[in-house]
C-alpha cells in the first residue's frame, strides 16, 4: 500500500468517527431523527461526496490523464489512450467532489453562524457571507463547465487541444481565490463573539483554537495549488487535498461533539460548572447558558416599607441547534444548545406606598428569560 493511500485512509477514519460523533451528540440532544436540522441532513450529503473524493485520489494515484509530457503523444497506443480517458475523468469526477465537500462544509458552518447571530447585528454579514459562499459556488461550476474547456468532451480528450482541458489552472486559480478569501471571511465571524463571550479562559482558548483550524483549511488550500502550478506531473496535490477536505469536515463537526463528550467523560461546562442532575442556576452575561434573576428583601425596622429589586439579564437570546456546549441538565435533564445573549440589564426598585400616596403609575414586571 502506498504512502498516499495509508495517511488518506487514516485522514478517512477520523474524519468519519467525528462525523459519528457528531450525530450520537445530536440525536442525544433532539431525541429524534425527525428533529434534526438543515446542516445534519447536509453533512450526510457531504459525507457523501467526501467519499467519492478519497476514494477517486487513490484510483488517480495510479491512473494517468490526458495531461502529458512532451513528446509523450508520440508513444500513444489505443490501450494507453483508454487507459487516460478513464483517468481524465476521475479528474473530472474528483474536482466536483473536492468542490461539493468543502462548499458543502461552508454551508454547514453558515447555518451554525445565522443560529448564533439571530437577532444580533453581526447576523446581517452573516447573510451577505452566504450571498458570497453560494454565488462563488455557481460561478466555479458555470466557468467550469461551460468557459473554461468547450466542448466539454475536451476534458478527457487524449490528446486534448484546449491546455486548459489538461491543466485546469483557471480553474485552479478562481477556486483558489474564493475558497481562501470565504475562509477567511468565515473566521472573521466567531472569534470576535468568542473572545468578546463572558466565559473562563479556558474555554475561550478551546472555542477559538476549533475556529481557528480554519487556517489550517487555508494552508492546506493554498498547497494543493501550489504544488499543482509548481510541478504538474508531481503527486504533492493528492496530499494536500485530502488534508484540506478532511480538515474542513472536520472543523464542521466538531463544534457539534461536544454534548457526548460532556456526558461521557463528566466534564464540566463551558461556564466553569460541573455535569450534574441537580437543577443548577448559571449566570452568563454574554455567552452559554440560561439569563437568572434574583429578588431580594433587605430586613429593617420600619414595618410599613418594602423594597424589592430585581436584575434580570439575557433580555434576547439566540437559538442554535448547535451544542458547542451543554449546561447543567438544567431543566428535566435535557441539554441546553449553544446561545449566545444580546445583554440588557434592567433594575427596578419598588416601595410600598405610604398612606398619603397614590398607587397611579405602578408598574409590575413580571419574570421572563426575553423580551
Not at 486548459?164 to 468565515?186: P, R
Not at 449546561?327 to 444548545?337: F, M, R, S, V
Not at 440589564?345 to 408598574?363: L, W, Y
Request: charged share 15%.
Amino acid at each position: 500500500m502506498s504512502q498516499f493511500a495509508v495517511e488518506s485512509w487514516i485522514w478517512y477514519g477520523v474524519t468519519v468517527f467525528v462525523i459519528i460523533l457528531r450525530f450520537i451528540s445530536r440525536l442525544m440532544l433532539v431525541k429524534s431523527v425527525k428533529s434534526l436540522q438543515v446542516e445534519d441532513y447536509l453533512m450526510l450529503l457531504v459525507l457523501c461526496f467526501y467519499t467519492g473524493l478519497v476514494v477517486t485520489l487513490n484510483r488517480i494515484e495510479h491512473a494517468k490523464t490526458n495531461l502529458m509530457a512532451p513528446g509523450e503523444e508520440e508513444n500513444l497506443t489505443p490501450e494507453s489512450i483508454k487507459d487516460r480517458v478513464y483517468g481524465s475523468k476521475l479528474v473530472l469526477v474528483t474536482e466536483q467532489c473536492m468542490l461539493a465537500t468543502i462548499w458543502g462544509c461552508k454551508g454547514c458552518l453558515l447555518l451554525l453562524y445565522a443560529r448564533l447571530t439571530e437577532g444580533i447585528k453581526q447576523q446581517l454579514a452573516v447573510k451577505i457571507l452566504a450571498g458570497y459562499v453560494v454565488g462563488s459556488y455557481i460561478i466555479l461550476e458555470i466557468l467550469y463547465f461551460a468557459v473554461w474547456c468547450r466542448p466539454f468532451h475536451n476534458y478527457w480528450a487524449v490528446p486534448t487541444p484546449n491546455e486548459q482541458c489538461s491543466t485546469a489552472t483557471h480553474h485552479l486559480i478562481m477556486t483558489m481565490v474564493f475558497n481562501i478569501s470565504s475562509d477567511i471571511l468565515m473566521m472573521c465571524i466567531p472569534l470576535p463573539l468568542l473572545i468578546s463571550a463572558s466565559l473562563p479562559l479556558r474555554s475561550k482558548i478551546t472555542l477559538v483554537g476549533v475556529f481557528s483550524m480554519g487556517a489550517f483549511i487555508i494552508l492546506c488550500a493554498t498547497l494543493s495549488k501550489v504544488y499543482s502550478f509548481k510541478d504538474r506531473f508531481s503527486p504533492e496535490w493528492l496530499f494536500w487535498y485530502v488534508r484540506e477536505a478532511s480538515t474542513a469536515v472536520c472543523v464542521a463537526n466538531i463544534p457539534n461533539c461536544w454534548s457526548l463528550v460532556r456526558r461521557v467523560f463528566n466534564l464540566s461546562s463551558w461556564t466553569g460548572s460541573s455535569h450534574s442532575k441537580g437543577r443548577t442556576h448559571h449566570y452568563a452575561p454574554y455567552g452559554y447558558g440560561t439569563g437568572t434573576h434574583s429578588r431580594t428583601r433587605p430586613t429593617g425596622t420600619h414595618k410599613k416599607s418594602l423594597w424589592t429589586s430585581m436584575t434580570m439579564s439575557g433580555v434576547r437570546k439566540t437559538e442554535s441547534a448547535e451544542e458547542i456546549i451543554k449546561t447543567d441538565l438544567e431543566q428535566a435533564n435535557h441539554g441546553i444548545p449553544l446561545e449566545i445573549w444580546h445583554q440588557t440589564s434592567i433594575h427596578v426598585t419598588e416601595e410600598q406606598p405610604g398612606p398619603k400616596e397614590s398607587h397611579e403609575g405602578a408598574t409590575t414586571i413580571g419574570p421572563g428569560r426575553g423580551a
